[in-house]
């Protein structure tokens, strides 16, 4: 029998889970933690929280509000092993090693604080890393210390993380290649299909920082109140209505069998009016979620029997993640004084050694890294060509002042000593010519 594939995704503890974050992420990690070839491990991502949500209060809750979430959809957790990431002591002590094996320019194009970055840039912030912490900027070794903790295999997550999960594999290599081989390279599954990404109330994605979202048991009053919100066009009832641009249709199909789909289609040709169709997306789904929302409210109000989940969970973990950091640590030099250092250099097969399988694989590792590397290149471009509009609408616009074109030709410089050889020159020229008109 092959061993098993170890499934291991986290969700960060602010807010409350919403009927995207269901779909995308919670059904098909419960639904995978029933398959017998998979273990699984979930976990509620509080120190994750830290970075954007520093409200005790709201972190507190929305830790205990997802793990309640987790047990009212029927995970099994004799089966996955579930559990709070700050209770494994051991994964911020790996998350430092790992900090160590990561250059710092990998962390500069992390999506999450380039987008900082970018906004203060175009907001002419002098200013670009305003807002910006050291959580969120080494965010995704923190990520990557959760996943190389468990040597997970397949890691679940939404488009939007794949980028971490690249960086991950990257720095696992670097402390594979430099301490020997501990870590197993992670794979993103990223969810293709109909519950690929849910609209929410706006039409826009459904999502936290857009605070247009359903939470995923809502109770009926506010379920009602939220889909009477969800915008709709101004089509009058008995016209005809297209329903793939309509976002009640997209969450009703997101739940409904086939058939009900297609039947509500059919009703959608036939001009069914949107505080009709309002009132069956409400019936629908309020009906759909209770059981579990039942379960929910019944555990949610127990909380001694949350901890002791989580303690369960904690416990299982730490028999793997004890052993396995002393191991880490002590492959890195770190162990008592009479230990004996074991160094473990990495043995690289010379090419000619290779059976074609492992020769094929090599070069799918090579091109998968060429293409990576490519993509990088064109994301600095991208980046390069952002700055200089922005700099040039800083100087252009403001009429600037000489203390404000000093502090820019500053900022240039710094970032010129930070820059790679090919985007270097071209910063350099846009300091000569804010210097010349300076
Ligand atoms: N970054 C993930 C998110 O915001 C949450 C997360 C933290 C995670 N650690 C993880 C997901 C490890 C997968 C694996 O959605």
Same mark, same amino acid.
């Given at each position: ?32 933690? @029933? ?9 509620? $991502?509080?120190? /994750? ?10 972190? @507190? ?30 994964? %911020? ?17 992390? /999506?999450?604080? #380039? ?9 002419? +912030? ?6 910006? +912490? ?52 992670? &794979?993103?599954?990223? /969810? &293709? ?24 048991? $809502? ?68 009906? /759909?979620?209770?059981?579990?929302? +039942? ?43 009479? =230990? ?5 250099? %990495? ?10 399988? &492992?020769? $094929? #694989? ?15 290149? =064109? ?12 700099? +040039? ?9 000489? &203390? ?35």
């Amino acid at each position: 029998m092959p061993a098993k594939q170890r499934v291991l995704t986290g969700i960060t503890t602010t807010g409350t889970p919403h009927l995207g974050n269901y779909l995308g992420a919670l059904k098909p990690a419960i639904a995978a933690s @029933h398959e017998d070839q998979n273990d699984s491990f979930y976990f509620m $991502a509080d120190y /994750h929280a830290l970075i954007k949500c520093q409200d005790p209060q709201a972190l @507190h809750q929305s830790c205990r509000d997802i793990a309640a979430i987790w047990l009212a959809l029927g995970l099994d957790t004799d089966k996955a092993t579930f559990y709070r990431q700050s209770d494994i002591v051991e994964i %911020p002590q790996l998350a430092w090693l790992l900090t160590c094996m990561t250059p710092k320019g990998m962390m500069n194009r992390a /999506h999450a604080y #380039k987008a900082s970055v970018d906004e203060n840039s175009r907001q002419g +912030n002098a200013d670009i890393d305003d807002g910006v +912490n050291m959580g969120l900027y080494s965010y995704p070794i923190l990520m990557a210390a959760d996943i190389l903790m468990f040597n997970a295999h397949q890691i679940p997550v939404g488009k939007d993380q794949i980028q971490h999960i690249e960086m991950c594999r990257d720095i696992a290599a670097r402390f594979n290649h430099a301490f020997g081989e501990h870590f197993v390279l992670p &794979e993103a599954m990223v /969810h &293709e299909g109909k519950a690929k990404v849910l609209s929410g109330l706006d039409g826009r994605k459904m999502s936290k920082s857009y605070g247009n979202i359903i939470p995923l048991f $809502a109770p009926t009053d506010e379920l009602r109140r939220l889909i009477g919100q969800i915008t709709t066009n101004s089509l009058a009832p008995g016209e005809a209505k297209d329903p793939d641009t309509c976002t009640l249709f997209e969450i009703y199909s997101a739940f409904s069998s086939r058939e009900q789909s297609d039947a509500m289609r059919l009703r959608y040709a036939a001009g069914i009016g949107w505080g009709e169709m309002k009132q069956e997306l409400f019936t629908f789904l309020d009906d /759909h979620l209770s059981e579990a929302r +039942n379960n929910y409210n019944r555990i949610i109000a127990d909380p001694g029997y949350i901890e002791a989940e989580l303690q369960k969970g904690a416990h299982k973990a730490r028999e793997y993640t004890v052993p396995f950091m002393d191991r880490l640590r002590a492959a890195v030099g770190i162990m008592s004084v009479g =230990a004996k250092v074991q160094v473990q250099a %990495p043995k690289a097969k010379a090419k000619k050694d290779l059976s074609p399988a &492992e020769q $094929a #694989k090599a070069d799918a590792g090579k091109a998968r890294a060429m293409a990576i590397a490519k993509q990088r290149e =064109a994301e600095e471009q991208a980046a390069v060509a952002q700055r200089i509009e922005a700099v +040039n609408a800083q100087w252009q616009a403001k009429g600037a002042s000489a &203390e404000a074109l000093a502090e820019l030709c500053m900022q240039l410089e710094g970032e010129i000593s930070q820059a790679k050889k090919k985007t270097r020159k071209q910063l350099q020229q846009v300091l000569l010519a804010v210097r010349e008109f300076a």
